[in-house]
């Protein structure tokens, strides 16, 4: 196996477009390294895009936030202005695994290992995420959803990586938030999960929603249902039992060693309600 | 397969080595450096007894590669003790038997320091999502929370004086 | 044994405080030396090729292209390991385990070794080896294995414990029975009866070091092995005799072990390791994976249990019994005996009657894990003892007290108890304030009692004087957590002097007599009472020191605060003389000074804890918090209290984790599937309040200081205090552990769908 860690991007580009054998992208390494100790993968060359400047830094600008592929998800609390504009995408991020994890993984990491339980993938796609792909063919921006296509695999071909998250702009009255199940209070996987994001008008009204579902299907799914069960009412019971509902109907899951259908399919519904309620409040309803 | 040579920082010392490219830096501070304090528990970053700092974040040391740290500052349990003077977290350790076997006490330090660098007075529930990457399961993590508890009242006590 | 058994006059000075330990310094700079620290000049790596299959046939295993690799020295099968046991059937089961021999019968089971320059060439030449298996049916769940028809896992077994002896083999391995009176009548004499079925999962001891060791054999037949275990004198006689070595000739050196839990009474790679060594004639250097420790080590029974218990209105039990069935994994032993012993030692019974089944399965071999046996059988009785209180609308305190064992009382096991502990820790819960604290919305409260034999064995010591004064004892039992501080506390206390004056180490097995593996809580016990005894022998050559130095008969010398006196008007000019006077004379008196004592340390006494748990169930997703546990247990006598308190927190801990979310999850192709720290959850920081602990001091009359074990009772009650806490909380009886999530959750929807 071979080491690399360029300095450009383009360098970076090069390098896994170039690659003979198997090559992946080493950012934060929680799951790569993980993968590479237990034998499930075997890589001829790693690029570490730790040193690539353009993967480096969080910046707001006028269009949102733009978060580089190699910021630590640790870093993401520490910056004031992304916890006020996306409380629900940093505290996704900030449920991955422990301080020490923390410390390394990252946000496209998270979205590249493709599980149907990544944490910041339901809040992302919430949050209307899109992922900055650079490759041989140059740069592309593709909406978060559509990046991971099944359990492990996503839509990036040879020679692309994933520089930066952005995160839209927000509109006034917003707020989302991410819920999880797992059995301990740290260290689980997501036995299911869910990301609501909302924005309310002036009365409190939600007026535009949406609602993606972790750990119920071979990937994230986002709800339109849900997110129509709640759009034109102020969150009163009937319209979170809807939204309960809805996502319920909207889950596939599998009974594995993390959990049962029937449990995950009743649980991602009851953490959409709570989410929900807590978005809510963070937009500023009451 | 070649080695990579590295130039790195590991408790203020300039330190080299050559090392496999998918070597983990565990492995390297264990077994090329002869710092045995971080232990392997599970390789896997769910155990936290290889905690030690990558230039100032925690980190599980079995999920960093040894190639990785050219030019970083690394520091380890080895690291916390000021030449005879034991680190005040390592005295209230062992003042309120915070450990049993030891074999976690290396990480539980390094975490516990980098928790009360960040935060020096943390409420119960901080200390214990703090350590939760930090297995233990001798103690029940009673008297470590203690000792972390004991350790920060001493550094309130210590700023107030400075004032 | 003719010792002080008399408790009252003992006025202790050093026992009973907390100091800091010999090897704390080491532990918190990160210099002690656990079993993976050590390395020897020219080692190599080895490593553990192991079957993918639950059972298998293994009809070839082909080194050839391993070998050949470079840096590839040694690679042993089942054929380098001839069976030198003699027709003794269990050291044949320990060899089988620690190498395939044919057949491979469990998920993880080890079929070959290689030993390599390094890690990358030792895994590399281990996918080289190709071994040619023949997949058989296989059972993991136990009661799936005891059903006519299903595969058997050990061919040569007949069920022992029945007549007429059967024909066939079973997976029933044995079959016993405890008890006395006739449940019978107790059962038709009862006005309740209770009767309840409940399943347990298997757990993992969980120590967060794997096994580790580094071995090195010549080709002089002489060897050494460092290894971390908690007993390695039986490791000793273990390993020479799988290897056809003499018993002298393998040094083994203990080292800080990082945490065992029952897990390391057992060898399971070290035999390997000293067979690559021998072959490769090289020191190797074999650490296990933290998947290699689940899939292959350790792992508690998983059980399942009838209960049937019946009372009177007034609170009298009447009848109680229990059928317990208990796997063993792939090979036999007494885990489902010790169930049947302990389930109902907690009470007075007229009617009492227990049976116990030995089951294998295919899963690896069931090792001890604290108190083995006795919390499954705790969770079935105790769960079912509160069901039985709420039927006759007794408090449930109440109604354990009322039946409560004391002394004089026969055993559901068999002896008769002399004075025990289990009353004063159920008084102590009732009068203790975690019992008033108010509950909140979805809160509930549950508490259970628990029960251990506890051990003696084999033990010795030595106890040197250094030229100084100061002491050294070396012992032989594993410093687990905490004993070097209480053995140092024994011998400043007996020798009259400062604790700092002593330092404890553990001897390595050329250095000390035999000394049984540190299990079955004893360390505290045996080698205490086995220091005690040297340290009151030194004082008589003390004494005679003294005398000689000044010239006086040893009758008129005695020994007081850490000095010899003379005793009497006559010689009162004659200035005490202090161990160091004395040790700076030695060379002139007689020469050096030390005393040993060898002894089989009978009279363990028996140990009982109550705990209490408070509990917050989430009924829309079935999360339990645990928000306030209280430990109170009979530690005879508290030696180091902080090491007892740790004890009991530590078991309080584990038992938490088993009762809410620990378990092996077998496929239905029969591989373990959570062999990591991530799918098999232990309780971290944050799952877990502070452990409240009280203990209490009934002395064992079978010790000079009335100490009793206190490593093990505490993981027994927390599986039923749990569970009643849960199901007091969710208003409904959890009968399954781990009390997981979907478990909890399931059981609700099944209640309110009727």
């Not at chain 3, 002394?407 to 009353?423: A, D, F, M, Q, R």
Request: aromatic share 6%.
């Amino acid at each position: 196996m071979r080491y690399a860690a360029p300095l450009t991007t383009k360098e970076a580009v090069s390098l896994l477009a170039n690659a003979k054998g198997k090559a992946f992208v080493l950012a934060g390494g929680t799951d790569l390294l993980v993968r590479m100790r237990g034998d499930y993968i075997e890589p001829d060359l790693l690029v570490d895009i730790k040193r690539i400047t353009a993967t480096q830094d969080i910046k707001k600008s006028a269009n949102g936030f733009r978060i580089g592929a190699s910021v630590p998800c640790a870093a993401l609390n520490e910056n004031a202005g992304l916890v006020k504009a996306w409380p629900g995408v940093v505290e996704a991020a900030n449920l991955i695994g422990s301080d020490q994890i923390q410390s390394r993984c990252t946000m496209v990491g998270n979205l590249c290992n493709a599980s149907p339980a990544a944490d910041t993938i339901p809040a992302m796609v919430a949050a209307q995420a899109s992922a900055v792909i650079v490759g041989p063919a140059g740069r592309r921006t593709l909406a978060v959803e559509k990046v991971v296509i099944g359990p492990g695999k996503t839509s990036l071909k040879k020679g692309e990586l994933i520089e930066a998250i952005t995160l839209p702009k927000r509109p006034a009255k917003s707020g989302d938030a991410y819920l999880r199940f797992i059995p301990r209070t740290e260290m689980d996987i997501a036995v299911c999960s869910a990301g609501v994001n909302l924005t309310l008008d002036a009365q409190g009204v939600v007026k535009a929603a949406r609602v993606a579902l972790g750990a119920v299907a071979p990937t994230v799914v986002l709800v339109p249902d849900a997110a129509k069960a709640i759009v034109g009412t102020k969150l009163d019971s009937a319209a979170l039992e809807r939204l309960a509902k809805a996502c319920e109907a909207a889950c596939a899951p599998i009974d594995d060693k993390r959990g049962t259908v029937e449990f995950r399919t009743e649980v991602a519904g009851v953490l959409a309600r709570r989410a929900a309620k807590i978005a809510y409040e963070r937009a500023g309803g009451k | 397969m070649s080695g990579v040579h590295i130039s790195t920082t590991v408790n203020g010392d300039s330190v080299e080595f050559v090392c496999h490219p998918s070597e983990s830096l565990l492995d390297v501070l264990r077994n090329r450096i002869g710092l045995i304090g971080a232990k392997e528990g599970c390789s896997t970053g769910d155990c936290g007894a290889c905690s030690i700092t990558l230039d100032g974040r925690l980190v599980c040391s079995c999920l960093v590669l040894g190639a990785e740290v050219e030019g970083r500052d690394i520091t380890t349990v080895e690291g916390m003790a000021d030449g005879e003077k034991l680190h005040p977290l390592q005295i209230n350790f062992l003042k309120h038997a915070a450990l049993q076997c030891g074999i976690c006490t290396p990480g539980f330090l390094v975490a516990a320091k980098a928790l009360l660098d960040r935060n020096p007075s943390p409420t119960e529930e901080q200390i214990r999502f703090a350590l939760a990457g930090n297995l233990c399961r001798c103690t029940g993590y009673d008297k470590i929370v203690r000792a972390v508890q004991a350790t920060a009242k001493e550094i309130a006590k210590t700023t107030k004086k400075k004032r | 044994m003719a010792h002080d058994t008399s408790f009252t006059n003992q006025n202790f000075k050093m026992v009973g405080q907390r100091r800091p330990r010999p090897d704390g310094v080491d532990k918190v700079t990160g210099r002690a030396r656990y079993g993976a620290d050590v390395s020897a000049p020219g080692q190599l790596v080895g490593a553990i090729l192991r079957s993918p299959h639950a059972h298998a046939t293994i009809k070839k295993i082909d080194v050839s292209k391993a070998a050949k690799l470079a840096g590839v020295k040694a690679i042993i099968t089942s054929a380098d390991l001839p069976d030198l046991t003699n027709g003794n059937r269990g050291m044949f089961d320990i060899l089988e385990n620690c190498m395939a021999r044919g057949r491979a019968l469990y998920d993880g089971h080890a079929v070959a070794a290689v030993a390599a320059i390094d890690a990358p060439t030792a895994k590399k030449a281990l996918k080289l080896i190709k071994v040619d298996y023949e997949v058989l049916p296989h059972v993991t769940d136990v009661d799936e294995a005891m059903k006519p028809g299903a595969p058997i896992v050990q061919p040569h077994i007949r069920t022992s414990g029945v007549e007429p002896p059967p024909k066939k083999a079973s997976n029933i391995s044995q079959i016993t029975n405890f008890g006395h009176g006739d449940v019978e009548a107790g059962f038709r004499a009862a006005d309740v009866i209770v009767e309840k079925s409940y399943k347990t999962e298997q757990t993992h001891q969980g120590y967060i070091e794997p096994h580790a060791c580094l071995a090195s054999v010549g080709p002089d037949g002489q060897g050494e092995l460092w290894v971390t275990t908690q007993g390695h004198f039986v490791f000793r006689n273990t390993c020479a005799t799988l290897l056809g070595m003499e018993i002298a000739k393998l040094k083994v050196t203990s080292s800080e072990i990082g945490g065992g839990f029952g897990g390391k009474t057992h060898v399971w790679t070290e035999p390997v390791a000293l067979a690559l060594s021998r072959k490769a004639n090289r020191p190797v250097k074999l650490v296990m994976s933290r998947e290699e420790v689940f899939r292959a080590t350790g792992p508690t029974s998983s059980t399942s249990i009838d209960v049937k218990i019946g009372a009177k209105k007034d609170g009298t039990i009447t009848g109680a019994s229990a059928s317990l069935r208990y796997q063993d994994g792939a090979f036999p032993s007494i885990w489902g005996m010790l169930g049947a012993m302990t389930a109902f030692a907690c009470y007075d019974l007229k009617n009492v009657k227990t049976t116990g089944y030995d089951v294998l399965v295919n899963r690896p071999k069931v090792a001890a894990y604290r108190a083995p046996s006795a919390p499954m059988a705790a969770f079935a009785v105790e769960s079912t003892m509160d069901q039985v209180a709420a039927k006759i609308g007794m408090d449930p305190v109440e109604f354990r007290l009322k039946n409560a064992a004391s002394e004089g009382t026969l055993s559901s096991y068999g002896p008769t108890y002399g004075p025990i502990g289990i009353k004063p820790t159920l008084e102590a819960v009732k009068n203790h304030p975690h019992m008033k604290a108010k509950l909140g919305k979805n809160q509930g409260r549950g508490m259970a009692c628990g029960f251990w034999f506890n051990f003696g064995g084999q033990t010795c010591s030595d106890i040197n004087l250094g030229a100084d004064g100061t002491v050294s004892v070396t012992i032989g039992t594993i410093d687990v957590g905490g004993s070097r501080a209480s053995m140092s506390l024994i011998a400043a206390e007996e020798l009259g002097i400062a604790y700092e004056q002593v330092k404890c180490t553990i001897a390595d097995t050329s250095s000390l007599g035999h000394n049984d593996t540190t299990e079955g809580s004893r360390g505290t016990f045996s080698t205490g009472m086995a220091i005690i005894f040297a340290a009151r022998d030194m004082i008589k050559t003390l004494r005679e020191r003294a005398a000689k130095t000044w010239g006086i008969p040893v009758d008129d010398v005695e020994w007081k605060d850490g000095k010899a006196s003379a005793i009497g008007a006559k010689h009162k000019k004659l200035t005490p003389l202090s161990l160091a006077n004395i040790a700076a004379s030695a060379a002139k008196t007689g020469g050096p000074i030390a005393a040993h004592n060898e002894v089989v340390a009978d009279g363990a006494g028996v140990s009982f804890a109550s705990h209490i748990c408070d509990v917050e169930v989430d009924p829309e997703t079935g999360a339990t918090k645990v928000i306030r546990y209280t430990v109170i247990q009979d530690a005879g006598k508290a030696i180091h209290p902080d090491y007892v308190e740790g004890q009991f927190q530590g078991g309080a801990a584990q038992g938490i984790g088993w009762a809410l979310n620990e378990e092996y999850i077998y496929g239905a192709d029969g591989r373990l599937q959570n062999a990591g720290f991530l799918d098999y959850r232990i309780p971290v920081c944050s799952d877990l309040p502070f452990i409240d602990t009280q203990i209490l001091e009934i002395p064992n009359p079978g010790h000079p200081y009335g100490v009793r074990g206190v490593g093990e009772t505490s993981i027994v009650p927390p599986l039923a205090a749990v569970g009643n806490a849960v199901s007091n909380a969710a208003g409904v009886r959890m009968t399954h552990v781990p009390m997981s999530p979907p478990r909890i959750l399931s059981a609700l929807k099944a209640q309110r769908t009727g």
